[in-house]
């Protein structure tokens, strides 16, 4: 917050939300961040004044600074507050133990590159990984019912893939949602049109080796029709 009131609060590399609040100089203000799943939402003086989503990081540490700024900051705190705090947006990650199939898994004891691996919110550890390299593979994530869906993020193991698809199922067959190039190393967020689905999947066209995929979120809501 500037010396006119306008404040930020903005995640790695982007920002999620921006205001004005009135600022009196010499007085402390009260700052508070709460965080749930994706969302977070920022009071200032027990007032909400935003709240944004962010996908970067789904752990991490607390740090204040000021940079530049002549900011003093007193009785910093950091507590749980499971069960406290509604979602600001509803999303979640809806394939977190969602049934997942995928076109083919790369063996050596039973499951243990299956496409669970993607969807047990491991971003880092356990992972789906295809038996071949061939274009086509897929990983498919079944919600269990119709959400609405607004972007999938994939963290890839290695950079195998050079291409792919997101598709939803429409009870008819897979339409593309979002056309993939190389999603590169770490974590890819794919946004599209809201779709209603109760089905959708990452259909790989080309990589080079077995494409390996660490987590595949699928992020929505509850729909509503
Ligand atoms: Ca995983």
Do not use: H
Not at 68 to 84: I, K
Not at 104 to 132: L, V
Not at 188 to 208: G, H, N, Q, Y
């Amino acid at each position: 917050m500037d010396s006119a009131g306008k404040w930020s609060l903005a995640a790695v590399g982007r920002g999620l939300a921006t205001g004005t609040v009135a600022y009196v100089p010499g007085r402390w203000a009260r700052l508070d961040l709460k965080f749930q799943g994706y969302n977070a939402i920022a009071f200032i003086d027990g007032k909400k004044v935003g709240s944004g989503v962010d996908f970067t990081c789904l752990s991490g540490m607390v740090g204040l600074g000021s940079g530049r700024n002549p900011a003093e900051f007193d009785d910093v705190a950091v507590g749980d507050l499971s069960g406290e705090l509604p979602a600001a947006t509803g999303m979640r990650n809806l394939s977190r133990g969602a049934r997942a199939k995928a076109s083919s898994s790369w063996t050596q004891t039973p499951g243990d590159f299956g496409p669970r691996q993607a969807c047990d919110g491991d971003r880092t550890g356990t992972r789906w990984n295809a038996k071949t390299g061939d274009p086509g593979e897929w990983l498919e994530v079944d919600l269990g019912a119709r959400f609405s869906v607004e972007r999938t993020i994939t963290t890839q193991f290695y950079e195998r893939i050079t291409a792919y698809r997101i598709q939803a199922w429409d009870g008819a067959g897979w339409k593309d949602v979002c056309i993939g190039g190389k999603p590169g190393p770490g974590i890819r967020m794919d946004e599209f049109p809201t779709v209603v689905t109760d089905k959708i999947r990452c259909l790989v066209d080309a990589s080079d080796g077995p494409p390996s995929l660490y987590e595949f979120e699928v992020i929505g809501k509850e729909c509503k029709n």
